[in-house]
């Protein structure tokens, strides 16, 4: 099959403006695409398709896609590449057709980008269907022609990083326990040699004094497990890591306070801040990037057994802080203070952090963008200029004083894991108290809840678990890598 891109006509005459790979396989099949696609009535629209079988004995089928306004670029408004997102939609709804037609492999017009087009070609095809009998056809993409073929590559490495956050996100939470989480990373970074590995055990998590984390882990039968990753692509070994720093809870019932059944069974994707970060390392290396990453993600479930926590047990945090623990299902933020505390042992250039945290995020900002605490300006201007170019949009939130006095303000214990006005702020307060775990000047906690799924809003990803904002992440440790080159 073949997947090839047309603009929407500038005029109203309806001449189809094919791209460059267009124009030559119109001239290939002496103008026939082009007289039967005026045949066919009003120009393509942005995402619209139209099917040509037969018009040449190497493409059984031609999918040709709209691509909308030829020269679409930077949306103020949008806060993101048009052409890029346009050129990601089309290319994945060209090539579910040809999966739909049962057709193995699939060639894709560049499209002037061979970089978003091998992301919408990847990123559209991809589906979880790993424990049912039947399966859909796998169709193969492959760039059509040869010019790009570098872009083209990057795109897919890119594409394969978010697909393995959706695969773990997706997989169900007895297939992935902590440590099936942390071998399935291990495994994917084996074949890198400045890659090291290291699974953490229970009694490691204990020397250290991860008080909070091991509150929530002892509610579960599976035992935590504490994943720290050392990538060294740097030119020197010893400079300054990026580290990210993920929420792994590979499933939340909630706890003690148990949530509602309805739903709960999406909470197998509540590690989506662990397989963001640790994708984002594989893609790195895949990429080789030229600098040092650590990845840390503290790895568990947060149960309703007899030995759970309880609303007002306070316990006590790696940095000697104690936590009044008066919701047991804000537990994500336990994890991550303790993985917080051990992140200011690497001396590092930044600290970023993501969680699927709050369902006040999915209230603010639904699924359009990832909500940024940052006590930093130039760490944010790196991650937005990043967002905008993968189309996976990012949302800069308050870090007020205002939030921190209100988990602050705690009867029992020098901060409580909810604010004492419960849902107002709710995203605010929870990154307060996040705040209360760092000293280090370039902070970052993104709030991934509500990009977690995906039902139909990002048309290049199908229904199910999203892996955002991996592909942000990647281009912002790309960006900073150049940093330290130039």
């Excluded at 169709?139 to 022609?145: D, N, T």
């Excluded at 051990?342 to 359009?368: C, E, K, P, Q």
């Amino acid at each position: 099959g073949l997947v090839l891109g047309v603009y929407s006509s500038e005029k109203d005459d309806g001449a189809a403006q094919f791209t460059s790979a267009g124009d030559a396989f119109d001239r290939l099949v002496s103008g026939k695409l082009r007289a039967l696609l005026s045949l066919c009535g009003p120009p393509l629209k942005k995402g619209k398709t139209r099917v040509f079988h037969g018009l040449h004995q190497d493409y059984p089928s031609v999918v040709v896609v709209g691509l909308g306004k030829k020269n679409a670029g930077i949306n103020e408004q949008e806060n993101w590449n048009e052409g890029k997102e346009n050129i990601r939609t089309a290319v994945a709804v060209g090539c579910r057709h040809i999966q739909d037609l049962e057709i193995p492999c699939v060639e894709v017009d560049p499209c002037g980008d061979a970089q978003a087009a091998a992301e919408g070609a990847v990123l559209g095809l991809h589906e979880y269907n790993e424990l049912k009998q039947k399966k859909k056809p796998v169709a193969a993409p492959q760039l059509h022609g040869s010019a790009e073929s570098q872009a083209w590559q990057k795109g897919v490495i890119y594409a394969e990083g978010q697909n393995l956050a959706r695969y773990l996100m997706e997989a169900p939470a007895n297939y992935i326990t902590p440590i099936k989480f942390a071998e399935h990373i291990e495994k994917k970074l084996r074949t890198f040699s400045n890659v090291k590995v290291h699974i953490r055990p229970e009694s490691w998590i204990t020397t250290q004094e991860m008080g909070a984390f091991l509150s929530v882990a002892k509610g579960s039968a599976e035992p935590p497990i504490f994943l720290e990753i050392h990538y060294l692509g740097g030119a020197n070994t010893n400079d300054s890591p990026l580290v990210f720093v993920g929420k792994g809870v590979t499933f939340d019932s909630g706890g003690i306070s148990l949530k509602p059944s309805s739903g709960m069974d999406a909470m197998r994707a509540d590690m989506g801040g662990a397989a963001t970060v640790c994708s984002a390392i594989v893609t790195a290396a895949a990429l080789n990037l030229p600098l040092n990453i650590i990845g840390l993600a503290p790895l568990c479930e947060n149960m309703p057994s007899g030995k759970a926590n309880k609303p007002g047990d306070v316990v006590r945090a790696k940095n000697g802080k104690t936590i009044q623990v008066d919701n047991t299902d804000a537990e994500g933020r336990l994890l991550l203070a303790d993985a917080l505390c051990y992140a200011h042992n690497f001396n590092a250039r930044a600290i970023v952090n993501a969680a699927t945290l709050t369902g006040a995020m999915d209230v603010a900002l639904g699924s359009a963008a990832t909500g940024v605490f940052t006590n930093s300006s130039w760490l944010w201007t790196h991650l937005y200029e990043a967002s905008i170019l993968t189309g996976d949009r990012v949302w800069r939130m308050p870090l007020f004083e205002h939030y921190t006095k209100q988990v602050t303000d705690c009867p029992l214990a020098d901060v409580s894991n909810i604010g004492k006005y419960s849902r107002a702020g709710g995203a605010c307060t929870a990154a307060a108290f996040l705040k209360e775990f760092v000293t280090a000047s370039h902070w970052a906690h993104l709030d991934i809840a509500g990009v977690m799924s995906n039902k139909d809003e990002v048309p290049y990803l199908r229904k199910g678990m999203a892996g955002r904002p991996t592909r942000t992440l990647v281009e912002f440790a790309a960006r900073l890598s150049q940093d330290s080159h130039n």
